[in-house]
């Protein structure tokens, strides 16, 4: 709901705010370089002085006014000649023309009415309220994505548009609620909706009668300072039931050009204030600073307009248009799906077509905008759950635990919950299966168990679906044909050569970076943006199953690098194991987002073995922080799969890499990399407990016996493994 409340006012007033937001950054402007090119007023000077050095100069002066950035302006008639000019206080002389700044003039009406009269007010009042829904809206949801008020400036993921939007937002969204507030409450003003707060005082009806009292003789303008002035005007010439009018900080009053008594003053009221003090706020008048901030922050409103679209295009993109989708109320069947990368909303398109064939009304949505309250005529809810990372909630799954968990009570209607995931990850089917904890506990009735899919297996697919045939009584034929993501052709590069004489080839295949287009790096797609550690997807020839490397160069590096041992029979390993320079592979790019080194200056410990070793290798060349890097490397023997070992010695030169212990298993001693770190069991339970982070990389069975060893090392701390991982300082990609 709150993205909706934030998405549609966004794409509807874009033009208005923006208009708002350019105009009135460009206005911010005016009150400092005012404050700079006039000449301000020496410490102490007091009004009296000041009218005394202006009326020596000329005078027929009727008025002196000093603006918020100190500017002293006067104006007089001379033989009847109107004149005005800016003042340089030290000695009452113009310096400038009084001439209103046409420009300032020009931005001024366009950003109040946009040279449409009361039309143009009331449309850019409009523009104000819509960009302040947008702030306090925007504000929600950044806080949601980021877990909450207290983690604002917390690491933002997902492609660069939208990183950019958060990021901006941060910073802007106080400024345009400030903005947009004030503009709403001057709008309010000028259209008499608010009261007035306050009157001038009434002229007094008793005077001295006389004239020819200087104004550097009137004790009320000798005991002020021209920082207080606002206004003086002289009373009329050879007019003796005239007097001076004064109005300042403080208030308004009358003075005797006769003897120059106070005749009069009303202070200003505290609704006056209050005003005054919106009335700079919004336009920074009198505080220039706060001005330039507040128009810098008006400036990312086009920049979070323009990511915004792009967002909200690439979204309408990555979901599938799925035809007759029925509105939520009418609807039989509720599917609801949670996605990162788009696949999971093809499955849902392939069931939403087999259930509307089989006669049944079906909406589909993302679970993000679960809303049981909608759902009157509902026969069952069914939710298709991807994860992201190590147990997140992928995308359009946002929120969706903590709606549930606020319900009073579970709905009625039948549940159904589909997880998909990859069983290489320690995390498979985990938000689908926290998903399906918590309706439990709810009472969420339940239409048939858990089911998973691995690495988008359509037979996985068509297995459940004859299940929720069975549960629904219908027949139901499911045959999905997964969309792989847009692929690219990479060239191989070079290519090193490891362990033909141990009879287990491998390569570490360099490939050339392909060309990425302002869309794809706007959006995150393609190669635009990768770290070591996410996977790349081969397509061999011949098939249409991809296989998964991780990727052991980042983007800043220049190339995609993977490392590659050639398995029995294997027909992507067999390929890429023989591919020559200058050749091409098909692939795609899959984030891996529960395989990062994270931020901050924690050590990392590295434990990889065999061709785990790439990303862990990506992550000490990119280390150029040199942040503290342990690496447990295990191998068969160094004079076969010694992979990066002409690297690593240059890397601990340059400060990337710490430590660098191997252990060899087809040596004169067997020795595995769980036994080298028993081995440095002192060190690295001292690193543990000091908050260090462990990463493994590897075969199954391998991390099985990491894990074990650190049970061990870390016994006597009170840690395990299991903490760790909960704490997010324990991360594994197996295979």
């Known amino acids: 709901m709150i993205r909706a409340f934030h998405r549609w006012p966004g794409l509807i007033a874009l033009a208005l705010v923006t208009i708002l937001s350019l105009s009135g950054a460009a206005l911010s402007v005016f009150p400092a370089a005012e404050r700079i090119v006039s000449p301000q007023v020496e410490t102490g000077l007091t009004v009296a002085t000041l009218a005394d050095r202006i009326q ?91 877990g909450g008020w207290r983690h604002w400036v917390a690491p933002l993921r997902g492609p660069l548009a939208g990183r950019l939007h958060v990021e901006i937002a941060r910073i802007a969204v106080i400024g345009l609620i400030l903005s947009s507030t004030t503009a709403l409450w001057m709008t309010a003003s000028t259209f008499d909706l608010l009261p007035d707060g306050g009157a001038a005082p009434a002229f007094p009806t008793e005077v001295s009668g006389e004239t020819g009292f200087a104004p550097d003789w009137m004790p009320t303008l000798q005991q002020m300072h021209v920082a207080e002035l606002r206004e003086l005007s002289f009373p009329y010439p050879g007019d003796a039931t005239d007097a001076f009018r004064l109005k300042t900080d403080r208030g308004t009053g009358y003075l005797d050009q006769g003897n120059g008594a106070l005749l009069a003053w009303e202070g200003l009221t505290g609704w006056e204030r209050v005003s005054e003090t919106i009335y700079m706020l919004h336009t920074g008048q009198g505080e220039a600073t706060l001005g330039l901030v507040l128009g810098l922050m008006a400036l990312g409103v086009p920049a979070m307009g323009a990511t915004g679209v792009l967002v909200w295009i690439a979204g309408r993109r990555a979901r599938p248009r799925i035809r007759g989708n029925q509105p939520a109320g009418g609807a039989e069947t509720i599917l609801l799906v949670g996605s990162e990368g788009g696949s999971t909303w093809g499955f849902a398109a392939t069931l939403h077509a087999a259930l509307s064939q089989s006669g049944q009304s079906v909406h589909v949505g993302p679970m993000s905008g679960f809303a049981p309250e909608r759902y009157a005529k509902a026969e069952r809810i069914i939710l298709l759950a991807a994860t992201y990372g190590d147990g997140a909630a992928p995308a359009s799954a946002k929120g969706f635990l903590d709606r549930l968990q606020a319900l009073d009570r579970a709905p009625e209607i039948p549940l159904a919950v589909l997880g998909f995931g990859d069983r290489s990850f320690p995390a498979y089917c985990a938000f689908a299966k926290a998903v399906m904890t918590q309706a439990r506990a709810k009472g969420w009735p339940e239409l048939m168990p858990l089911g998973t899919i691995d690495r988008q297996s359509p ?13 629904l009584g219908i027949p139901l034929e499911l045959s999905h044909q997964p969309v792989l993501p847009k692929t690219e052709t990479l060239t191989l590069l070079s290519r090193r050569d490891y362990g033909a004489e141990v009879q287990a080839p491998t390569g570490i295949l360099r490939f050339a970076l392909p060309r990425a287009t302002l869309w794809q790096r706007l959006t995150g797609q393609g190669f635009s943006r990768f770290t070591a550690g996410d996977l790349i997807g081969v397509l061999p020839e011949g098939s249409q199953m991809p296989r998964l490397y991780s990727l052991a160069s980042c983007r800043r590096d220049g190339f995609i690098e993977i490392v590659v041992r050639k398995h029995p029979g294997g027909l992507c390993s067999g390929q890429l194991t023989t591919l020559e320079p200058g050749v091409t592979v098909t692939a795609f790019l899959r984030r891996n987002p529960g395989f990062r080194v994270g931020r901050g200056r924690a050590p990392l410990i590295l434990i990889g073995a065999g061709t785990g070793i790439g990303p862990l290798a990506g992550f000490v060349r990119g280390n150029a922080r040199q942040r503290p890097i342990h690496l447990f490397f295990g191998m068969r023997h160094p004079e076969s799969d010694f992979f990066y070992g002409e690297e690593f010695p240059g890397w601990q030169e340059e400060g990337r890499l710490t430590r660098l212990v191997t252990a060899v298993s087809r040596g004169e001693r067997p020795h595995f990399v769980q036994d080298a770190l028993r081995g440095e069991a002192t060190q690295v339970a001292d690193l ?29 701390t009170g840690l395990t493994p299991a903490v760790l991982k909960a704490e997010g300082r324990y991360v594994e990609d197996v295979y």
């Open 688 to 716: 543990i407990r000091d908050g260090a982070r462990v990463m493994v990389c590897g075969g199954r069975d391998m991390a099985a016996g990491v894990a074990d060893a650190l049970a061990e090392i870390l016994a006597p």
């Open 459 to 471: 037979q996985d697919f068509a297995r459940w679906s004859r299940a929720l045939s069975e549960a």
């Open 56 to 146: 020596a100069v000329y005078p027929g002066v009727e008025q002196i006014r000093r603006s918020p950035s100190g500017r002293i302006t006067a104006y007089w008639f001379d033989q009847g000649t109107p004149g005005a000019a800016v003042i340089d206080p030290a000695t009452g002389q113009g310096v400038a023309s009084a001439d209103p700044n046409r420009t300032l003039r020009w931005l001024t009406n366009l950003h109040r009415s946009l040279f449409l009269g009361d039309g143009g007010r009331i449309a850019m009042a409009t523009g104000a309220l819509a960009m302040l829904v947008l702030s306090l809206s925007g504000a929600a949801l950044v806080a949601r994505r980021t």
